[in-house]
């Protein structure tokens, strides 16, 4: 359709065409002209179309992404709780493994010792698990958030560009008005 409209401005717009049409007829450059107002309308008008949809495009791929980003955000956070209880759990086990330790003395220290250690490796293990969990949460969050704001601005974009074409229709509108 593009393509189509771009051929007949090319071929209306010639000067070669009016000069050699205006001999034959004389009402011919008039209707040259009108030929020529119409390729062109055409050619606005399906310019854009494919302008619009190009950005109605876009702002479905923001919003899919959106979409992805927030169910990634909610698993994250599900997946942060659940490590951080896991964690506080193994954290009040150590306490109570140390405070049997004292009360029973140093009858079963190496098997204790070994269980301590074991516990506090896991220990370190769920910590770095929590922060690295906790960081992907807030690189989540922070997509989102920049994607919500790339959202807004293309949304705004899109509204502006939409007045600016009704605008032009108008104008264009009053103009075929004022011929007829």
């Given at each position: 359709?593009?393509?189509?409209a ?5 071929k ?10 205006s001999t ?9 002209q ?7 309308r ?10 619009f ?8 791929m923001?919003i899919?992404?959106l979409?992805?980003?927030l ?6 956070k599900?997946?942060?709780e659940?490590t951080?209880?896991?964690a ?34 896991d ?6 698990e ?25 949304s ?8 600016e074409h ?5 104008c ?9």
């Amino acid at each position: 359709m593009l393509s189509n409209a771009v051929r007949e401005v090319r071929k209306y717009s010639s000067v070669h065409t009016i000069e050699k049409s205006s001999t034959s007829r004389p009402d011919a450059y008039e209707h040259t002209q009108m030929k020529l107002f119409r390729s062109q309308r055409n050619l606005y008008t399906s310019g854009f179309s494919l302008f619009f949809w190009l950005v109605l495009r876009c702002l479905v791929m923001l919003i899919t992404q959106l979409a992805k980003e927030l169910s990634n955000k909610g698993v994250l956070k599900t997946q942060a709780e659940n490590t951080n209880k896991a964690a506080k759990k193994f954290l009040e086990e150590n306490e109570k493994l140390k405070r049997i330790l004292k009360s029973h003395g140093n009858n079963e220290e190496p098997v204790l010792e070994a269980e301590n250690k074991k516990l506090v490796e896991d220990q370190e293990k769920l910590k770095s698990e929590l922060r690295k969990t906790s960081d992907a949460l807030s690189k989540a969050h922070n997509d989102v958030m920049a994607m919500k704001m790339q959202s807004e601005r293309l949304s705004k974009e899109y509204d502006q560009l939409l007045k600016e074409h009704s605008e032009l229709q108008d104008c264009l509108g009053r103009g075929n008005k004022k011929r007829l």
